[in-house]
């Protein structure tokens, strides 16, 4: 019987061979898993930077302004307030009609002044406020292009589309490709993206604003969430005694961190709006708002940072007559420090993308301002990305997607830093 | 002075004082050696600052904090014609005073009662600044002068300051305590407003949902159904779905994870899965309403579907794959803490891998798993920006994933922002809703912690 192999007997044979081939396909699900939720990460990725991309560049059309007296300074005066009020729009529209002189029907006049974008006057503004003495001179200067013109000019509308389904109709396209035959078009760096705040026009809008948002937010956030976080996990780790009464506090912890962002919108907006009037869409309300949310990561960093120092350390600062305080302050806390920082960063990195409940206390208004008080009207970068994408406009799409890649570029960073820091400072003992 | 320039005031006279009391120590300890003191010259200087600057500090934060309330509640107070006003005239009363006293746009006629009360706002506000600076730079003053007072060689200024910090530590700890307390009290106090004017009975059960209340009482058409089922229904739909899609990708992931993956695998693919939870969900959202959508609304066109632009879909299967790191990673923790005892006997009566996995890995995993799946269930219903994106905001009670419903997080949305006065039952509606959001994602999240917390101590 002992040489009975498995090979004898055909039947047990075969259910091997059954038994490999599924432990075989169990495998490939479980790989299959994986690269799937990696190619859904790299499709939302390529997908984002695809249509962003274009967002970081602009038109721009080279227009030679007559800056005439008679429309900017008409007493002579160079009165700066009669200046800045000046129509220089229409100057602008000036040049284009003598460019284009056959152009004489309402309609087509104002579709070619919409070449250029609504706003285009206002580097021609600055340019006079800062030196009056060009009045009466032409002038040639790079012009904001209009947000269609802008998307046709990057090859987002075909040529080829039926012009009823077109954007940008025939005569804007022969205008433009008039013009940029003459080489006065240009695609160049975005740089008023980075530099301005919102707008309803795509082609001016910028992220300045909300990036400042951002940064006030996570400032008040940071300040009273770090304290209040360390001070918190410091008590319940090294000094708190173990009753009823801390026992609900790490509940409540533990259920916190769990409770949906928007709640805490709401706890914003009836407390500090209603109950303590603070203003509406002020960094300082949504910095206390994502304070109260960060607070739980962070006092859970904090305490398992503060559990990793070996009870050696606090014995030996107590043996040489510390007291309880000063060992937590002179030796643990210090210690600790890389962890508690690698935690404080993440909670930060956490707050940096949290959206909702900053619509609730009204940070979703519209505001051109760069903030520069925490309690100025303000928005932060996902907000500006929701705005954004709820706006109709197309080329507000890769607005949307280019401030994305800009708030993903934050926080790779962020986590980066976190990265960094746990490895370079991560002692085991 | 404004208010920020009183804060720095205040800190200056503490770093004045922590001055003082360290030189009074000095002086005390005679210029003899510092251990003739009992405690070190900078704990007496941190006892001195500590006394003129917290009570100063508490003073303002108070006063700031109930200010605004009381002026109003004197201004008005002061007006013939207001106690005949309802509480919602009222506040638009008041709100126009405090604008037209700030210089902003008011939305009545300016009469001269109206211009007497905001000067009257506008002085009140003024006398109660300037007693708010007087009393506390006072209290700062009196603070530093007796906390100065109290020093001597044998005063236990380290023991103090110690006991202060402690306190400060304790208040700290409590402020979960408070927050949770906060987000009930004011969830409960809203809610209950909201059920005078609705009744319970048909929040819960009523099959409408349009919350357009009638902004006169004579406009006709808009009285408002406020049957929160349809919503409910829609957050189920999309919870299902999104679970349908996370809960066996993540299983599998971290079963290959933790079962299968070499280490070097797993170290560059762990990392590249928590990127997926470590992106926010407004880019989540813009996917799912920019590119999954319209993707799954063509497809449906080609094979003969009408799928909605905001179907259910969609927003379920992108909420899926953020939720997909979730149970990834909680599950792989939960079963790389099976002891592997387990599988060694496993394997030694001759099973193979995945067989060990199916039956002796995963029961025993079971408790954490089930965790991990009931938190991710909380998450998928808290879930805000996906769903308000890529959902829609008619509530359609529908099972049919092809249409688009709404749920509890983007009514909250939808209801609360844009300018609405406080007191209207659409906006309380949020409240409730919120209140059920904030019930069930809390017990789900107890019954899971439970859950893990007991597995844990299974095979600790």
Request: net charge neutral; proline share 4%.
């Amino acid at each position: 019987m002992a040489t009975e192999t498995l090979n004898a007997k055909p039947e047990l044979s075969a259910r091997l061979k059954q038994r490999y081939a599924a432990e075989r396909r169990f495998r490939a699900y479980g790989l299959a898993a994986i690269l799937l939720a990696i190619a859904v990460l790299l499709v939302l990725l390529v997908s984002i930077v695809r249509q962003g991309t274009p967002a970081f560049f602009q038109t721009y059309i080279l227009v030679d302004v007559y800056l005439d007296p008679s429309v900017i300074d008409p007493r002579g005066e160079a009165d700066p307030t009669v200046l800045a009020r000046a129509d220089y729009q229409g100057l602008i529209k000036r040049t284009l009609y003598d460019r284009f002189p056959d152009v004489t029907d309402r309609r087509e006049k104002r579709a070619l002044v919409g070449l250029v974008s609504s706003g285009a006057y206002r580097p021609v503004r600055e340019r006079v406020l800062a030196d009056p003495s060009l009045i009466g001179s032409t002038q040639s200067m790079w012009l904001v292009a209009s947000d269609d013109i802008d998307t046709f000019n990057k090859g987002q509308i075909s040529r080829e589309t039926v012009e009823a389904d077109r954007r940008v109709k025939d005569n804007e396209i022969s205008w433009f490709d008039a013009i940029a035959a003459e080489g006065r078009t240009d695609l160049k760096f975005n740089v008023a993206f980075f530099s301005t705040g919102d707008s309803r026009e795509p082609e001016l809008a910028g992220i300045w604003g909300a990036v400042v948002g951002s940064f006030l937010t996570l400032i008040v956030t940071l300040a009273v969430s770090f304290p209040l976080g360390v001070m918190a996990a410091a008590y319940l780790e090294e000094f708190a005694p173990k009753n009823r009464w801390t026992d609900l506090i790490e509940v409540n912890i533990n259920n916190l961190a769990a409770v949906p962002s928007i709640v805490f919108g709401l706890l914003g907006l009836a407390v500090f709006l209603n109950f303590f009037g603070l203003p509406r869409s002020a960094p300082l309300v949504g910095g206390l708002v994502l304070a109260l949310m960060t607070l739980p990561t962070i006092i859970i960093a904090t305490r398992a940072a503060l559990k990793a120092v070996p009870p050696s350390i606090r014995e030996a600062a107590l043996g040489i007559g510390a007291s309880e305080l000063q060992v937590v302050t002179h030796h643990v806390l210090p210690l600790a420090m890389p962890g508690i920082l690698t935690g404080t960063i993440i909670g930060m990195a956490q707050a940096l993308g949290e959206t909702a409940p900053l619509l609730m206390i009204g940070m979703v208004a519209f505001i051109v301002d760069v903030p520069t008080l925490v309690t100025d009207p303000a928005t932060v970068l996902p907000v500006q990305i929701y705005i954004w994408a709820d706006s109709p406009e197309r080329a507000f799409v890769a607005k949307t997607s280019a401030a994305i890649m800009v708030l993903l570029g934050f926080l790779i960073t962020m986590n980066a830093i976190a990265v960094l820091l746990r490895k370079r400072f991560e002692r085991r003992w | 002075m404004n208010s920020f320039v009183l804060i720095l005031a205040v800190l200056a006279l503490g770093a004045f004082g922590f001055w003082i009391g360290r030189a009074r120590a000095r002086v005390l300890a005679k210029g003899a050696h510092l251990s003739s003191l009992h405690s070190l010259p900078s704990y007496h200087g941190t006892y001195v600052a500590l006394w003129c600057c917290v009570p100063a500090f508490l003073l303002i934060a108070g006063w700031t904090a109930f200010e605004p309330a009381i002026v109003e509640f004197i201004v008005i107070g002061s007006l013939p014609a207001a106690a005949e006003l309802s509480a919602s005239q009222l506040s638009l009363l008041i709100a126009d005073i405090s604008n037209l006293a700030s210089g902003n746009i008011v939305s009545r006629e300016v009469d001269s009662t109206l211009a007497a009360a905001a000067e009257h706002y506008v002085s009140l506000q003024a006398l109660s600044h300037a007693a708010l600076v007087v009393l506390s730079l006072g209290l700062a003053i009196c603070g530093l002068y007796f906390a100065r007072k109290a020093l001597s060689q044998t005063f236990r200024a380290r023991n103090r300051v110690e006991q202060i910090a402690r306190i400060a530590m304790m208040v700290a700890s409590t402020i979960a305590i408070l927050t949770t307390v906060g987000i009930v009290l004011s969830l409960i106090f809203e809610t209950i407003r909201f059920f005078d004017k609705v009744s319970i009975t048909e929040f819960l059960f009523g099959l409408n949902w349009s919350p357009q209340t009638a902004l006169r009482a004579e406009q006709v058409g808009s009285s408002g159904a406020f049957g929160a089922v349809p919503i409910f229904a829609g957050t189920f739909l999309i919870t299902i779905l999104a679970m349908t899609i996370a809960v066996p990708i993540g299983l599998f992931s971290a079963i290959y994870m933790s079962e299968y993956a070499g280490p070097k695998f797993r170290a560059t693919a762990k990392p590249v899965l928590e990127m997926l939870a470590g992106i926010p969900t407004v880019v989540y959202g813009f996917f799912a309403a920019l590119t999954v959508a319209p993707f799954f609304r063509n497809t449906g066109e080609a094979v003969g579907l009408t799928v909605s632009s905001e179907s259910a879909l969609a927003a379920g299967m992108v909420m899926g794959i953020m939720i997909i790191p979730f149970i990834s990673s909680l599950s792989d923790d939960v079963m790389n803490a099976v002891p592997q005892t387990l599988r060694d006997g496993s394997y030694a009566l001759g099973a193979t891998k995945s067989e060990t996995i199916k039956q002796v890995i995963l029961p025993a995993a079971l408790p954490g798993i089930v965790g991990a799946v009931l938190l991710a269930v909380s998450r998928a219903i808290g879930e805000t920006m996906i769903v308000v994106m890529a959902a829609g905001l008619a509530a359609n009670l529908t099972l049919n994933p092809l249409e688009a419903v709404t749920t509890v997080t983007v009514q909250i949305v939808t209801l609360l922002v844009g300018d609405q006065e406080f007191d209207s039952a659409k906006t309380l509606a949020a409240f409730a809703l919120g209140l059920v959001l904030f019930t069930i994602t809390l017990s789900l999240n107890m019954v899971a912690q439970r859950v893990v917390k007991k597995y844990r101590e299974k095979y600790d």
